[in-house]
């Protein structure tokens, strides 16, 4: 079986970006691909977050993964800062990367723009990205078109370390899933549905309420002209939502303007809404379910201890070729 690694931040309730764009095309590999998923924690420290907040969410994120269909029996699915060959290898990756590469990140320049403080770790993100993605010499990583870059720079990495030092580390491969790769803010559809987002009715939430959902679609912003029709360009707020409430109700595109074939926002934006609702309600049930069970706990410590087997030979692998000594690690 071909191996996977992706991951997820910890910064802030999962989105419904999240899921169309990601955990959903996650469940379905696993069926076919030896999955490795993990919270990515570290990560998240790249900004200053409350340490009470960010322990619930850490959990919080890997329960809805898991209730969004996520089996920890056909997945390793786990926490980063619980398996320390991370951090370990990420430094090495940072001596591995150049300044410049890491400088033309555009993530980098997109997420420290504007801002009066910006961390070293925010600079080097991607070399710790790098490392997650090597120590579990990994072939594929599915991801949204934002990170292709940087798995682009982990493929770079692994080339330059394995021809300085001799054959050390897998090439890993991205794959963008073709449909629902983004999912688009509904306040403003030229940036991404976000966790982080401020604006309130930007981004619907894993967690949302129906009422919320109602509100919130209610308020999406939408184009001119009363038309329901598939026009990215001229009409990018639509297809936003088209694009929403096909992959929430399983229904392709077409089908939806046939359906709202002459009628208006207000019909389309009932049915959005509703096919939303529809879409979360399993996924929250299970959420409930599994936060009163203590089982994703469990899962995460089984998870971690799965990883550490995988990552520590390839740690080691990576230590002996570069010369450090290894002592403690058998
Ligand atoms: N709007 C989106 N549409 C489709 N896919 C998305 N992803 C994120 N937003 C969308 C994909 O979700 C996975 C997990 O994302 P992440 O948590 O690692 O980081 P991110 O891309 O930075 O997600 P957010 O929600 O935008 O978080 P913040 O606000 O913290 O920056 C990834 O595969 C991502 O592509």
């Known amino acids: 079986?071909?191996?996977?690694?992706?991951?997820?931040?910890?910064?802030?309730?999962?989105?419904?970006?999240?899921?169309?764009?990601?955990?959903?095309?996650f469940v379905?590999?696993?069926?076919?691909?030896?999955?490795?998923?993990?919270?990515?924690?570290?990560?998240?420290?790249t900004v200053p977050k409350d340490p009470k907040e960010l322990r619930t969410l850490i959990v919080d994120t890997a329960a809805y993964m898991m209730a969004a269909g996520l089996d920890p029996e056909k997945v390793t699915l786990f926490v980063q800062s619980d398996v320390p060959a991370h951090s370990e290898l990420s430094w090495i990756m940072e001596c591995t990367a150049t300044f410049g590469e890491l400088s033309r990140m555009t993530q980098f320049k997109e997420k420290s723009e504007g801002r009066e403080s910006v961390s070293g770790?925010?600079?080097?993100?991607?070399?710790?990205?790098?490392?997650?993605i090597l120590l579990y010499d990994t072939d594929v990583v599915p991801v949204g078109e934002d990170q292709?870059?940087?798995?682009?720079?982990?493929?770079?990495?692994?080339?330059?370390f394995n021809s300085r030092y001799g054959d050390t580390f897998k090439v890993p491969e991205p794959v963008i899933p073709k449909t629902g790769a983004r999912i688009k803010s509904l306040a403003d559809p030229s940036r991404k549905m976000s966790k982080s987002d401020t604006?309130?009715?930007?981004?619907?939430?894993?967690g949302d309420s129906e009422d919320e959902i109602v509100k919130k679609v209610r308020r999406a912003v939408t184009d001119s002209g009363r038309e329901i029709i598939y026009d990215p360009d001229n009409k990018p707020a639509l297809a936003n939502l088209l694009t929403i409430y096909s992959h929430c109700a399983d229904i392709p595109i077409e089908k939806l303007e046939?359906?709202?074939?002459?009628?208006g926002y207000a019909d389309f934006k009932k049915g959005l809404a509703e096919a939303v609702i529809q879409c979360l309600k399993p996924i929250q049930k299970r959420h409930r379910e599994m936060s009163e069970s203590g089982y994703v706990k469990e899962a995460l410590v089984e998870g971690a201890r799965k990883a550490m087997e995988v990552s520590t030979p390839v740690l080691k692998r990576a230590k002996e070729r570069l010369g450090l000594p290894n002592h403690m690690m058998g």
């Open 148 to 160: 292709k870059q940087h798995v682009e720079l982990a493929r770079d990495l692994a080339i330059r």
């Open 1 to 25: 079986m071909k191996r996977v690694f992706s991951g997820v931040q910890p910064t802030g309730g999962l989105t419904l970006g999240n899921y169309l764009g990601a955990i959903k095309h």
């Open 28 to 45: 379905r590999l696993q069926e076919e691909y030896d999955c490795f998923y993990c919270v990515v924690d570290l990560h998240a420290l």
């Open 199 to 206: 604006d309130p009715y930007g981004a619907i939430f894993l």
């Open 121 to 132: 770790g925010l600079f080097t993100y991607p070399a710790l990205m790098a490392a997650d």
């Open 258 to 263: 046939e359906m709202y074939a002459g009628k």
